[in-house]
């Protein structure tokens, strides 16, 4: 069974920085991974998107240039680095993966941008 975990969630001021790990178990080989987040009465919204082999990412205008994703296949690791951070970024964070066309999706972690 697919379990993501994540962690790195936090408070930060206003043009801070946080790096969210999600752990993931079970998967018998790299697949695509993504973040998704979703803040207080909005609909859950995709932030970045890494390839299986970590030579593609995507993100949405919102936050390209201030978000990073990367993965470490032997840490079983994948990263979310938030840069710039701004008051609408707060949000709960969330990993997910779609390995045999399930989705599996982690318990999220609380990131909070406030001054």
């Known amino acids: 069974q697919v379990h993501l975990v994540e962690s790195g969630g936090g408070v930060v001021q206003p043009g801070g920085s946080l790096r969210l790990s999600c752990t993931t178990s079970?998967?018998?080989?790299?697949?695509?991974m993504a973040w998704y987040r979703q803040a207080p009465g909005k609909e859950r919204e995709l932030v970045a998107y890494?390839?299986?082999?970590?030579?593609?990412?995507n993100y949405p205008e919102s936050v390209k240039g201030r978000f990073t994703v990367s993965r470490d296949d032997a840490k079983n690791t994948v990263y979310l680095h938030l840069d710039s951070l701004k008051s609408e970024d707060t949000a709960v964070y969330y990993c997910?993966?779609?390995?045999?066309?399930?989705?599996?999706w982690g318990q999220g972690t609380q990131v909070t941008v406030s001054s």
């Open positions: 079970g998967l018998a080989f790299a697949h695509a």
């Open positions: 997910y993966t779609r390995p045999d066309g399930s989705d599996v």
């Open positions: 890494i390839s299986s082999t970590g030579h593609f990412t």
